[in-house]
């Protein structure tokens, strides 16, 4: 029994290891945007490679530990949540390269000043990430609370952000494909920015054994 | 055995219903937008209550059996691919509820010409959907190599379509918000596209063992 507890501490700390790795990709493909940094758009592919070898390695690692351990309960919900928590972050890590593919894209167009609130709603989808993580290994549900919180302050920002490109569309201060390449960023981190949240929610559940994926807060 | 065989198949006609609802919701959600048609709109939010119903549900299923039977190899696998699938269901049910949304408010704007794509985009995803627990319910690979492969013709439908809007804008043909809704549609249709692919994924790494995740079609 005390060896299958430290599997469990090994998985938690592979998820956070996978988790820094996601943190690192979602800000490399920002920035990357924002600084017009081609070689750094291009690392976003080196670390999704080292999170898809991650994926594999986590989700092999906790079905035999659903085997050959055979949990129950509290132990068995924990490798669930982990086996869901493994294939968001290999979503997010997916979505970061989206992000990477599109700066490419607008590295080569005219530079525009809309970009002022990407590094921003990036910080905040990067914290949560790490956040809804370190509820995970913690079990903290405030902590997991304060993700929910931050997926609306998320959609807040995207949408302002997407009123502020209309209106320069309109005015003629961005050209259609450059504002849309930044629509496209938000929309990415605001997907990243979910998967964060289902994390947290399964966080929540793990704790509390509450469902609140079906609930909003106030 | 004989009982946890009929548990499985009680669990597959589960997921098997949630899909059907998923379809019904995504369908409703653009035939409201396309037909203007707001109480069509507003059944998306009917059918996603017991989307969430049947998530609750199909998650506490596939974890007691889990815990009571104990299953190894093909049968955990199925299992721990099941509670993947289910998650990937509900999110779909979450992202017909933006289209719903979004249909809402596009009804209130003036009438444009550029919808002509949704429909069959949506129609695609549709079927995706349908195809992706086909394959699992029936291990059928081939059947989910096509979704991987309607993946793909979906990424080229929202990109002519993104390529068009982009023109009827600059041609003064549509207004910048009107454009924006079916942009925002056409990404939530690819994001349902996206769920079903991963679907497709798990149920290819179930029957062949082999982990298609991180490996592009030709």
Redesign the interface.
């Known amino acids: 029994m005390r060896h299958f507890v430290s599997d469990l501490t090994d998985l938690q700390n592979k998820l956070l290891e996978m988790g820094g790795l996601v943190e690192s990709s979602v800000r490399a493909s920002t920035r990357s945007l924002v600084e017009r940094n081609e070689s750094m758009a291009r690392s976003v592919w080196d670390i999704e490679d080292r999170i ?1 070898q991650m ?2 390695e986590i989700d092999e690692f906790a ?1 035999r530990l ?2 050959l351990q ?1 949990p ?2 509290r132990d ?2 924990f490798l ?1 949540a982990a ?2 928590i493994n ?1 968001d972050l ?2 997010m890590g997916d979505l970061a390269v989206n992000i990477a593919q599109r700066s490419l894209a607008h590295i080569e167009r005219a530079q525009m000043n809309a970009l002022i609130d990407i590094p921003h709603m990036s910080g905040v989808v990067e914290s949560m990430v790490h956040k809804c993580l370190d509820a995970f290994v913690q079990r903290d549900a405030e902590l997991a609370f304060t993700v929910l919180l931050s997926d609306d302050e998320v959609d807040d920002l995207k949408n302002a952000f ?1 009123q502020e490109l ?1 209106a320069m ?2 005015s003629g201060q961005a050209t ?2 450059a504002a ?1 390449d930044l ?1 496209f960023v938000a ?1 990415n981190l605001e ?1 990243v920015a ?1 998967h964060a949240t ?1 994390i947290a929610e399964d966080v929540l559940f793990l704790i509390k054994g509450v ?1 609140v ?2 609930h909003h807060l106030a």
């Open positions: 898809n994926d594999i079905t659903l085997a055979q129950v309960a068995l919900r669930t086996i869901k294939s290999e979503r997407y209309m569309i309109e259609v494909p849309f629509i929309h997907r979910d289902n469902d994926r079906h």
